[in-house]
T-cell receptor, first 114, second 113 residues
């Protein structure tokens, strides 16, 4: 399976600031996704990162709050903008390899907003 | 859209016993059902999956069954070991959902020695 890395692994941020999370895959993948996992909860899809075009956001998530880039088939970023304590969560990227429904997750970024 | 319900939310078993987690889904077009295991502080790891053209799949101590008519699928862990302790998530996906996984709420499994 693809090897996925995320940076940073964790961060503590002040209210009102922004944080950009990077997701890097060691092979070209068709689909990349961003999820949020709030403490003790399940995974919620934020958006699908589309290569070369705007991301597709799920209900409840907007581009102004969570801008996403995907400049190529192996890299994507998620920015959490104008953060509040409610944004404290684990943010995970996942990838779906070519010709497969199987998704693999990155190690996650643990974000704490004070 | 797809809705996945998962039960129970917590499950305590004695080492060596079996554990069963059940999920139901709402969209009859769902055709792929993965199970993920998430240990504390770690990423979700795919442990087994099943497609809609198969009724059962087994991998060592883990098995998954699918009942398309009833729209439910289950994870079975036999001969449980302490390292099986984790949160388990079921998920479902449809062919026209462009890879979007809909997750269940998760089951905290605790295996006591």
């Amino acid at each position: 399976s693809a090897v996925i890395s995320q940076k940073p692994s964790r961060d503590i941020c002040q209210r009102g600031t922004s944080l950009t999370i990077q997701c890097q895959v060691d092979s070209q993948v068709t689909m990349m996704f961003w999820y949020r996992q709030q403490p003790g909860q399940s995974l919620t899809l934020i958006a699908t990162a589309n290569q070369g075009s705007e991301a597709t956001y799920e209900s409840g998530f907007v581009i102004d709050k969570f801008p996403i880039s995907r400049p190529n088939l192996t890299f994507s970023t998620l920015t959490v903008s104008n953060m509040s304590p409610e944004d404290s969560s684990i943010y995970l990227c996942s990838v779906e390899e070519r010709g497969s429904d199987t998704q693999y997750f990155g190690p996650g970024t643990r974000l704490t907003v004070l | 859209g797809e809705n996945v319900e998962q039960h129970p939310s917590t499950l305590s078993v004695q080492e060596g016993d079996s554990a069963v987690i059940k999920c139901t889904y709402s969209d009859s077009a769902s055709n792929y059902f993965p199970w993920y295991k998430q240990e504390l502080g770690k990423r979700p790891q795919l442990i087994i999956d099943i497609r809609s053209n198969v009724g059962e799949k087994k991998d060592q101590r883990i098995a998954v069954t699918l009942n398309k008519t009833a729209k439910h699928f289950s994870l079975h862990i036999t001969e449980t070991q302490p390292e099986d302790s984790a949160v388990y998530f079921c998920a479902a996906i449809t062919t026209d959902s462009w890879g979007k996984l809909q997750f269940g709420a998760g089951t905290q499994v605790v295996v006591t020695p």
